[in-house]
């Protein structure tokens, strides 16, 4: 081989990484870090802070998958994702969303993650504002940094549940707002919106000409008679709305990392635009699975409903029961967000002290923005029920030696 004689250059010269790595936020896992250095020590942890369905994929998913491996589905399929599962699922959005789109506006993404990163590098230019509702799902602002977008927080209504009032989003609003990030049902607070609410927020996109990002993880875990409405349904809504779907939670599918983004012709050709040359296309016998899962019998995802609303009926009262504790009902997700702030301790604070005392992992309210703070967020949904009554057992003994300490 021949040598170049090129001179060494310090390798200090080299830059990396780009500008906009360095500017963005480390990426947090919060109390699960910490849980987890216990769990090398051989601690059994109980896990209330990941949102992981504490149930196997439904049987007839994984056989699908398993079939279109051995029948050799394994090459180059379409872009946007198969033409089959594309067709299936602007069936289900017709039904159960409300939204009809053909299939060439559904792309199909490798989980909601993916959806929401192509929806931020395909809308933000650098500069760009993107409005967050506090308390906010941490794991979209990286994504929104990482286009280059400055993250603005709008708190939602905490002195009436968290609900979502158009004004206080409206006082945020500059002329450099770009889009508008809702989770609904949202994660942390288990709220779902009402039209009203969603139609205030429509009437804002509308006047300031925003796009809406809408993360609809969660469409299928409702509890009591909560209607979960998809925000690009409303009037005028779906030409300036991504909704973002995943099969990660209702199909208990989490691993698979499949999802899908749903948006008019002309937003969608620049999301493919971003998708195809970040993954290509998802796999495609993994497409195979959503197909099943999309068109199967749905009893599957209404017993493991079933089953996570006995879970958030056991946690919300046995912390109800706790003085000083104040809990909502949460009407949809696997999350219950109680009210600590009678203990005058900070969440990130409390949190810690719990995992250490009681080996129990709950996150801090804080980790979704400051309008978090005053609350833990507690996931019913990733231990099974004996588990939950032990983790509540010890929570109750936790609070109580808590209220027995003098105040320092
Ligand atoms: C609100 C919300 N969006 C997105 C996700 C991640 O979805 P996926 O695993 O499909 O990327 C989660 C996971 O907890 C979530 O709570």
Redesign the pocket.
């Known amino acids: 081989m021949p040598q170049l004689n090129l001179p060494l250059k310090h390798t200090s010269l080299m830059k990396w990484p780009a500008d906009r790595i360095v500017n963005s936020s480390p990426k947090s896992f919060g109390i699960y870090e910490k849980a987890s250095a216990l769990m090398e020590q051989g601690i059994d942890v109980i896990h209330l802070e990941v949102?992981r369905p504490n149930f196997d994929t439904p049987l007839h998913i994984k056989e699908a998958t398993k079939r279109a491996l051995d029948d050799g589905l394994v090459h180059y399929g379409e872009f946007p994702g198969t033409f089959k599962f594309r067709e299936a699922l602007s069936e289900k959005l017709a039904t159960n969303n409300k939204l009809k789109v053909s299939p060439d506006e559904v792309l199909v993404t490798s989980?909601?993650?993916h959806g929401a990163y192509i929806t931020c590098v395909a809308a933000i230019d650098p500069g760009d504002e993107v409005i967050v509702l506090g308390p906010y799902?941490p794991?979209h602002i990286n994504k929104v940094e990482l286009a280059g977008g400055k993250l603005v927080i709008a708190p939602l209504d905490k002195e009436n549940g968290f609900q979502l009032d158009a004004r206080l989003v409206e006082a945020k609003i500059t002329d450099k707002t770009r889009m508008i990030i809702l989770?609904n049902p949202t994660?942390p607070t288990g709220r779902v919106f009402t039209r009203s609410e969603l139609l205030g927020l429509a009437n804002l996109a509308e006047k300031y000409d925003l796009l809406v990002m809408c993360?609809e993880?969660y469409e299928q875990i409702l509890y009591d008679n909560s209607a979960h409405i998809s925000f690009a349904s409303l009037p005028g809504m779906f030409e300036r709305t991504i909704s973002l779907f995943?099969f990660?939670k209702g199909y208990a599918m989490?691993g698979w990392r499949m999802?899908y983004a749903v948006a008019c012709k002309k937003i969608m050709q620049d999301l493919l635009k971003v998708s195809m040359n970040d993954i290509a296309h998802l796999n495609v016998f993994v497409q195979e699975g959503g197909f099943a899962a999309i068109t199967g019998d749905q009893n599957c995802v209404r017993e493991m409903v079933a089953e996570d609303l006995r879970r958030r009926d056991l946690v919300c009262a046995r912390l109800n029961n706790i003085p000083g504790v104040k809990c909502n009902l949460p009407e949809a997700s696997i999350y219950a967000f109680p009210d600590i702030s009678a203990f005058g301790i900070p969440s990130a604070e409390l949190a810690e002290e719990i995992l250490e005392s009681t080996h129990v992992a709950c996150e801090a309210g804080s980790f979704y923005g400051e309008h978090g703070e005053g609350h833990l967020r507690i996931c019913f949904g990733a231990e099974p029920y004996g588990r939950l009554q032990s983790a509540m057992d010890r929570l109750t003994e936790f609070f109580r030696q808590k209220r027995e300490q003098p105040i320092q």
């Open positions: 949102g989980g909601l993650t799902y794991q989770v994660n993360d993880v995943a990660t989490d999802g």
